[in-house]
C-alpha cells in the first residue's frame, strides 16, 4: 500500500529519495525554503547534474505522484511519513552541525496532528535520532510518532542506479508498527530481493559512517602505496590489480589518485574522528586517514611544480574540477588544492569541465574556464589532469601537442597510456607509475 510522504530538503539526497520513492508508487511532496528552486523542480529542471534524474522527475511529475512545495507545515501535516534529508555540514572542528535538523524537527512537532513515522535520511553522528525523539517528545507532549533512521548510500554519478538496485537498506527502528511502515515505503525493493538490515537506531547511525570511512581508508592506503611504487620504480596498477584479486580485498576503491572529496568522505571521517573523540575512542587510523588524504592533495602541487620548474609566468591546463566524473559537485575536489597552489604561486590556468566550471568559478573566478578541452591547452606550459571524465581518457595527443606551448603531463587519475604519450613526445607522470 503506497504512502503519503514528505520529503524536507531537495538537495542531492532529498531529490533522489524524493523521485526514488515515488516512482515505487507513493505520493511524494518534496519541501524547500527556496520558491525559486521548488518553482524549478515543479517545471521538471533538476537543480543538481546527476545522470537519469530529470528523466524519473519528470516522469513521477506528469503522473501526478510527486509534486514541490514551500509549505512546510501542511505538507507534514498531510503525510504519514516526514523524511528529514536537510544538510548536516561539518563546522570548524569536524562536528556535524545539526541546526537544520533541529529547525526540521520543531516544525515537525508544530504540525504532529496524527501518527508519523519520522525518518533520517541525513547522514548524523550517533545519537541524534534519540536526540531528535527526545526533541520531539519535549516541544510536542503526548503526540503519537516514531522514529527511523535510514541513512543513504547514494554515489554522486550513480545515485538513480543506486537507489534502485542498493547493495542493502538500512533501517534502525525501535516499534513494529514503524517497521511496518517503512516495510510498505520500501515494498518495491522487497520484490527484487534487496536485503534489508533491521536495527538500532545507534547501529543505523554508525553503519553510514563505518562503511565511508572505511572506503577513505582504502582510497587512502592505495594512494601511499602508490606513492613508495613510483619512488621505488614499482607499478602500482599491477599492485592494485593482484591485490584486487583477493576475495577478501576486492578490487574496489583500489584507484590512485589525487586524494579523496565530495560531500561524504571528508565530511564523514572528521565526523567520526569527532565522536570518538566525545566518547574518549580512540579514533587515531581515522585520523592518520584525513591527514594523508590532504597530503596527497598537496603532493599532486609538489608533482607540478617539480616538472615545470616553478609556477611563476606559466599557464597551466586543468582538466576536470569537479571531486569526482558524472557530477558537478566540487566539494573538497582535488582541483581546488591545485589550482590555489598554482594561483598562490604566479601561474595562470585555463580550465575545463563538463559540468563543473559553473560552481568553480564561484570559488576561483579568476581562472579563465574554456568551452572544450583543447580550448584550455591552448598555449599552455603544461596539462594537468584532475578529473576522470570519459573525454580525458581518449584526448587527441597529437592535436593537443599542437596546442600547447610546453610538453608536460600530470596525469593524477592515470588516465592515459604512458608509453603513448612518451610516443609523442610528452614528458609524462602520473601516480604511482615507477
Given at each position: ?13 532529498g ?44 516522469r ?23 523524511i ?27 504540525n ?25 517528545e519535549?516541544?510536542?507532549?503526548g ?15 550513480k ?23 517503512i ?5 518495491s ?5 534487496v ?24 582510497i ?18 599491477t ?7 583477493d ?48 597530503r ?14 616553478g ?69 599552455a ?54
Amino acid at each position: 500500500m503506497s504512502k503519503k510522504i514528505c520529503v524536507i530538503g531537495t538537495g542531492y539526497v532529498g531529490l533522489i529519495v524524493s523521485v526514488g520513492l515515488s516512482d515505487f508508487g507513493n505520493e511524494i511532496i518534496g519541501v524547500d525554503v527556496d520558491p525559486d528552486k521548488v518553482d524549478m523542480l515543479n517545471r521538471g529542471i533538476s537543480p543538481i547534474y546527476e545522470p537519469g534524474v530529470e528523466r524519473y522527475l519528470k516522469r513521477n511529475l506528469e503522473t501526478g505522484r510527486l509534486s514541490f512545495s514551500t509549505d512546510i507545515d501542511g505538507s507534514i501535516q498531510g503525510s504519514e511519513v516526514i523524511i528529514i534529508a536537510v544538510g548536516t555540514p561539518p563546522k570548524e572542528n569536524g562536528e556535524a552541525d545539526l541546526s537544520f535538523v533541529e529547525n526540521v524537527v520543531k516544525s515537525i512537532a508544530a504540525n504532529l496532528n496524527s501518527y508519523k513515522v519520522i525518518v533520517t535520511k541525513s547522514t548524523v553522528p550517533v545519537g541524534t535520532n534519540r536526540w531528535i525523539k527526545e526533541k520531539l517528545e519535549e516541544y510536542a507532549p503526548g503526540k503519537d510518532f516514531d522514529v527511523v533512521s535510514n541513512p543513504e548510500f547514494l554515489r554522486e554519478g550513480k545515485a538513480a542506479q543506486d537507489f534502485f538496485h542498493p547493495d542493502r537498506t538500512v533501517i534502525g527502528y525501535e516499534s513494529e508498527k514503524a517497521r511496518d511502515v517503512i516495510f510498505e515505503v520500501y515494498r518495491s525493493l522487497n520484490l527484487i530481493t534487496v536485503p534489508f538490515v533491521w536495527c538500532s537506531l545507534e547501529t543505523a547511525e554508525l553503519i553510514k559512517y563505518a562503511s565511508n570511512a572505511f572506503l577513505a581508508t582504502k582510497i587512502t592506503f592505495i594512494n601511499q602505496m602508490a606513492n613508495l611504487a613510483e619512488t621505488v620504480g614499482a607499478d602500482i596498477h599491477t599492485i592494485a590489480k593482484t591485490m584486487g584479486m583477493d576475495g577478501r580485498i576486492s578490487p574496489k576503491f583500489l584507484h590512485p589518485g589525487p586524494g579523496y572529496g565530495g560531500s561524504c568522505f571528508p565530511k564523514d571521517t572528521m565526523a567520526v574522528v569527532q565522536t570518538g573523540d566525545k566518547y574518549s575512542v580512540d579514533m587515531s587510523l581515522i585520523r592518520a586517514v584525513i591527514e594523508a588524504n590532504d597530503r596527497q592533495k598537496s603532493r599532486m602541487v609538489v608533482k607540478l611544480e617539480k616538472l615545470l620548474g616553478g609556477f611563476s609566468g606559466k599557464t597551466i591546463a586543468v582538466l576536470g574540477l569537479a571531486f569526482k566524473s558524472e557530477t558537478d559537485d566540487i566539494r573538497d575536489t582535488p582541483a581546488l588544492n591545485i589550482v590555489e597552489g598554482i594561483l598562490k604561486h604566479g601561474g595562470k590556468i585555463q580550465a575545463h569541465d563538463p559540468k563543473a566550471m559553473d560552481n568553480f568559478s564561484k570559488v576561483y573566478p579568476e581562472v579563465q574556464y574554456c568551452h572544450s578541452e583543447f580550448d584550455a591547452l591552448k598555449g599552455a606550459d603544461a596539462l594537468v589532469l584532475v578529473t576522470e571524465w570519459n573525454e580525458y581518457r581518449n584526448l587527441n595527443l597529437e592535436k593537443a601537442k599542437s596546442l600547447m606551448k610546453g610538453n608536460i603531463i600530470l596525469d593524477t587519475r592515470n588516465l592515459l597510456d604512458i608509453n603513448l604519450v612518451r610516443e609523442k613526445g610528452f614528458i609524462y607522470e602520473g601516480v604511482g607509475r615507477g
